[in-house]
């Protein structure tokens, strides 16, 4: 019989003061909250060695450990649906993800992910997360463009778990955002939490529950009237970080329907010729460029590119030819 599988996580500064089960949810964001406060409440989960319940208030660098519960029983069902893939050894998988792809499967999005389309292509894929998420490590956006790394074996999930844990995983980001900012470049420190009243967002919230901290650099890759092409590293990795980050110094990405106000431009909009109705973007300008890791087979430290896709390509095209 299978062993249940436990996993151990080190209380961070950011994480301090948070209640126990917020920070596995954080964590282990394959389960949900309520199947997760089950786990505590069945004594699986210790802090430093000690049972606790969901409400305990963590401190740092305190050692929690918990037995992960079983997957769900929904598995992603192999689909044939074509990937652009990057890059490819025995540990890891590299795919640049196009837009409107679902990463895993989710309440109406059961079919068309990018689970779906890596159990078909691939034999093996770590299962560290689960039936439904193989091979998942991270995640982007339904929107969001570009490189997405995969793991095909758990030994490679965990090597590369501990390096977005630690911060040593560096993500380079494109973005076409409107209007420009004032600054060339500059670092965007605000921590982000749940938004008080929308769910499906996400803002700055100075001294919530729910808020971490949060850090993200740009700078001006091009510019043109009305608009910029920039580059982004976001040293943390919270939920719609970049998104939220750029919304709040007031250059919001490009058709993000969430933070922007508008999900798609038309020729008609670069122009001014509101008769030319010719869509040229429909989904948020956020591309995932870049990645740099370590290798979990070789050691050696590996950075993979993802071009950017045709839409995005048009919209740059379009703004060079008209702004």
């Known amino acids: ?93 590299a795919v640049n993800k196009p837009s409107e792809m679902v990463v895993h499967p989710a309440k109406g999005h059961w079919s068309g992910t990018l689970t779906a389309a890596l159990a078909f292509r691939f034999e093996q894929l770590s299962q560290v997360a689960g039936e439904t998420r193989p091979g998942i490590v991270h995640r982007l956006d339904r929107d ?7 793991a095909k074996s758990d030994f490679a999930h965990h090597h590369l778990s501990r390096q977005f844990e630690q911060r040593t995983i560096e993500k380079e980001y494109w973005a076409i955002v409107s209007p420009g900012p004032d600054r060339d470049r500059d670092i965007i420190q605000k921590p982000i939490g749940k938004h008080p009243y929308q769910r499906e967002k996400m803002a700055i919230r100075d001294g919530h529950s729910s808020s971490r901290d949060a850090e993200t650099f740009y700078e001006v890759r091009q510019r043109f009237e009305g608009f910029a092409l920039l580059r982004l590293v976001p040293k943390t990795g919270r939920t719609h970080q970049i998104r939220v980050h750029l919304a709040h110094v007031g250059c919001p990405v490009l058709c993000d329907r969430l933070y922007s106000g508008r999900a798609r431009v038309t020729r008609g909009d670069f122009t001014g010729d509101r008769m030319d109705q010719e869509v040229i973007l429909g989904r948020q300008a ?16 590996m950075s993979l590119n993802a071009p950017l896709k045709e839409d995005l390509e048009r919209t740059l095209k379009t703004l060079a030819s008209t702004r």
């Open 286 to 301: 956020l591309h995932a460029k870049q990645i740099t890791f370590e290798s979990p087979g070789t050691g050696d430290i």
């Open 1 to 93: 019989m299978t062993q249940p599988l436990s996993e151990i996580r080190i209380v961070e500064i950011e994480h301090v003061n948070m209640r126990l089960d917020s920070f596995l949810v954080q964590q282990f964001p394959q389960f949900s909250r309520a199947k997760l406060q089950r786990v505590v409440g069945k004594g699986q989960v210790t802090v430093d060695g000690v049972i606790s319940k969901s409400s305990v208030k963590l401190k740092a660098q305190q050692r929690v450990e918990i037995v992960l519960p079983s997957p769900d029983s929904v598995t992603a069902i192999p689909e044939n649906i074509p990937l652009d893939v990057l890059y490819e050894d025995e540990h890891v998988v």
């Open 144 to 150: 969001t463009s570009g490189v997405i790394l995969v």
